[in-house]
């Protein structure tokens, strides 16, 4: 898969997974977890709150 089809996944998976997440601490973290997994190549992923 190329840059161009892993982006627009994430971008179809995003709104998905992060639909029903009642707290903002864990939509954070749901959000983290999905880039970590569909972006293998990226060393860190993380927000600073």
Avoid at 1 to 6: A, D, G, R, S
Avoid at 24 to 44: G, K, R, T, Y
């Amino acid at each position: 898969m190329n840059k161009e089809q892993t982006y627009q996944e994430l971008l179809t998976v995003m709104p998905v997974v992060l639909a029903d997440t009642a707290y903002e601490i864990s939509l954070l973290a749901n959000f983290v977890a999905l880039i970590h997994q569909m972006l293998p190549d990226v060393s860190w992923t993380g927000i600073y709150l």
